[in-house]
């Protein structure tokens, strides 16, 4: 068992999720609510009691707690039990009804270490557990050991008799061995009984304390800093989790430290040392009461004393070889080699958003794929619920609260020197940024130690240019230049400028002396055979349509006024499905035969594959259409205006077919066309299949973001 101690060095203030500006506005999500913890002696004395009408509950009725055999258990958990019978009852309880729900296949090994006749009377009401009797008490280390022997799963799982694991938690701690690399102990996020945090992964400083745990005694269990999975220097025994091969290769716990306390820290080093990595996974959360179970805290000082100092003989080399501690936010970090990343954007990048977002979505998940510690910070606003923030981000991101110009302000004076590359995505942020640092003092080129990135997304002021004539039916070539050179007034302070297709590198070029970098999308062509033109039928439109006046709704408006009556005309039956956030009034406006309005779904595949047209009738736009590779790399053939077909640079019949939407009696024609005629449709879907090929290779993709953000490794 590890020392848990009280540490107040880091504030977490109430969420404020403003709404955010701009092509922001396509998050939905609503404001979080404050959460209000409960002091945890509070929160102890409500478990104990809940635990105590349990126990009543389960020997009032003659209930059993019961496990279901397993031929073949995944996980193996071992709990060492010392009295404290109420709260055992408690986690044998929850462990056994939700073993349904876990996920996976476990064992349960109870080692009691001599507790008193009223503690072992519960083992008589347990069916489907192995109970190990001990005559005396050996220890918690000693203990666990003889309860591994025992254990058959492929993972060991030491779980402290006061544990309540959340739903999840045992199946994403084992996921986490196949999904990052060289892992050899898993650790989960420590919860009060009432939300204040106890530990979040733990690491080790040259001080008389030695062993911190993160983030504890920060009464907001979902704060960002502790809400994303990471490398550890250690994590608790309370919930540890580890390869049955590796304990056995280790030793298992080393029984100088028994009776308890830093056995399981121990552990973890001789983990480190062995190669293998220590992971805080934070999609794991278990409530810990802590203490419920414990000795006299006279006789757990003079323990924790002897055992740090026993830890201390016998890893000291290795725990500070590299030089004094590192201090601030930075101490918190067990990889001193991770290069960090800063990601700066409107909001969280969602792959169901449209407006570029999806795009920076790959670039943020790519990072961390590439192993760089990555924070997000979501300027304008966030989802409320950590789950929906959550849903398509790498676990590893490190997501801020959205706190507009305050919160970049906190970051700047919280992390200084703690950033290897500054990522900043739309103009309107690098101005923000460029403006937020100058008045704290600093610059970009300051605040990032080794790059700055401003990538452009796309050239905003070519769009407006484009949308005004569109509508006024002329434009002026100054007023364009002027804003154009205004949006891109800071691009020669970055060390790289970043657009999203040859297009807008062009365009870039006659505003900017910067040259610019092409990163475009990434996707690997689907793995299944996409389905063919007999079993397809209908049109599909995919984008959000959250606001008025945006591109897609501009589109889909001259679409029903202009194109859509002239098709149904000629084909009665023709439908159209309408994918992506949608507000009520847009979604009343666009309810009419033929036509279904989805509104934002969980996957769009299905309905990628049910379409046999992809339709994007823009008028006017920027950037790169990730709808348009996403529906190619499905299958779909898509029916483009030119602006789309000149930003995605391909010829005519490479995964589309094009008309301008001046003339929507062609338009009308051509989407019948595609629509209606098997050859073609085949010659299109081919080519936009090989374009997506060559073009979007993920290990192509990779290489160049990494060269972008290491670009001196290359020098």
Not at 5 to 11: I, P, R, W
Not at 682 to 700: F, K, M, N, S, Y
Request: charged content about 25%; aromatic content about 8%; glycine content about 6%.
């Amino acid at each position: 068992m590890s020392e848990m101690s009280v540490t107040n060095d880091l504030k977490v203030g109430t969420a404020q999720e403003d709404a955010a500006e701009g092509d922001a506005s396509q998050n939905n999500s609503s404001e979080a609510e404050p959460f209000d913890a409960i002091d945890a002696g509070i929160g102890r004395r409500v478990v104990v009691a809940e635990a105590r009408l349990i126990w009543d509950a389960l020997f009032l009725n003659d209930v059993r707690i019961a496990f279901r055999a397993e031929d073949a258990p995944l996980v193996s958990i071992v709990i060492v039990s010392l009295n404290a019978r109420h709260v055992l009852a408690l986690t044998l309880w929850r462990l056994a009804a939700q073993q349904a729900l876990a996920g996976l296949p476990f064992e349960v090994i109870v080692v009691d270490n001599a507790s008193a006749p009223e503690t072992r009377v519960l083992f008589d009401h347990v069916d489907g557990a192995t109970i190990i009797r001990n005559d005396a008490n050996v220890g918690f280390g000693p203990a666990c050991n003889a309860g591994a022997e025992r254990a058959r799963g492929r993972f060991l799982l030491f779980l402290n008799p006061d544990v309540d694991l959340m739903p999840g938690a045992l199946r994403v701690m084992a996921r986490t061995f196949s999904e990052l690399d060289h892992v050899g102990i898993v650790g989960a996020r420590l919860v009060f009984p009432g939300g204040i945090l106890q530990e979040a992964g733990a690491t080790f400083r040259d001080d008389a304390q030695v062993t911190h745990p993160n983030f504890r005694g920060v009464p907001d269990p979902f704060a960002p800093e502790a809400s994303f999975t990471r490398d550890a220097g250690y994590v608790s025994g309370a919930v540890l989790m580890i390869e049955r091969a590796l304990f056995q290769a280790l030793d298992g716990f080393d029984d100088a430290y028994a009776p308890a306390y830093f056995e399981d820290t121990d552990l973890c080093v001789r983990c480190h040392q062995a190669g293998r990595r220590v992971i805080y996974q934070a999609r794991a959360t278990a409530v810990h009461f802590e203490n419920a179970t414990s000795a006299k805290r006279a006789d757990v000082e003079r323990l924790l004393d002897r055992n740090r100092a026993l830890f201390l003989d016998r890893h000291r080399t290795w725990l500070f070889r590299q030089g004094p501690s590192r201090h601030g936010f930075a101490a918190r970090d067990q990889d001193p080699w991770a290069l960090r990343v800063l990601f700066i954007d409107d909001t969280v990048p969602h792959l169901d958003m449209g407006a570029g977002y999806p795009r920076a979505n790959h670039i943020v998940n790519t990072l961390a794929r590439l192993g760089y510690a990555v924070t997000l910070y979501p300027i304008y606003r966030a989802d409320a619920e950590q789950a929906q923030r959550c849903r398509d981000i790498d676990a590893r991101v490190e997501i801020l609260t959205a706190d507009g110009r305050d919160g970049l302000e906190r970051l700047i004076v919280e992390r200084p020197s703690y950033f290897d590359v500054l990522w900043v995505s739309r103009p309107h942020n690098i101005g923000l940024v460029v403006q937020t640092l100058q008045d704290a003092g600093s610059s970009p080129r300051t605040f990032a130690k080794t790059r700055v990135v401003f990538d452009s997304e796309a050239l905003f002021a070519s769009r407006a240019f484009v949308a005004a004539v569109a509508e006024d039916g002329f434009g002026i070539a100054a007023d364009l230049a002027e804003k154009a050179i205004s949006e891109t007034r800071h691009y020669a302070i970055a060390d790289q400028v970043v657009c999203v297709s040859q297009a807008e590198a062009r365009l870039l070029a006659n505003y900017t002396r910067v040259n610019a970098t092409v990163l475009g999308h990434a996707m690997a062509p689907r793995e299944t055979t996409p389905p063919d033109f007999a079993s397809r039928r209908g049109y599909l439109f995919i984008g959000a349509l959250s606001a008025e006046g945006q591109p897609n709704v501009d589109s889909l408006d001259w679409l029903f006024d202009e194109v859509w009556l002239r098709l149904r005309t000629r084909m009665p039956d023709a439908t159209l499905c309408i994918v992506g956030s949608i507000t009520p009034a847009i979604r009343a406006r666009y309810q009419r035969p033929g036509v279904t309005v989805m509104g934002r779904v969980a996957d769009a595949e299905p309905f990628f594959d049910a379409a046999r047209v992809c339709l994007a009738p823009t008028r006017f736009a920027a950037g790169i259409p990730h709808k348009v590779h996403e529906a190619v790399r499905h299958g779909l053939p898509c029916f483009l205006t030119p602006i789309l077909a000149a930003q995605i640079g391909w010829e005519e019949g490479e995964g589309f077919e094009s008309c301008d939407w001046l003339d929507p009696i062609a338009f009308a024609e051509g989407l019948i066309r595609l629509h209606e005629t098997p050859d073609l449709w085949r010659r299109v879907q081919d080519a936009g299949l090989t374009r997506i090929r060559e073009e979007c290779a993920p290990d192509t993709y990779r290489e160049q973001l990494r060269r972008i953000c290491e670009a001196s490794t290359f020098a």
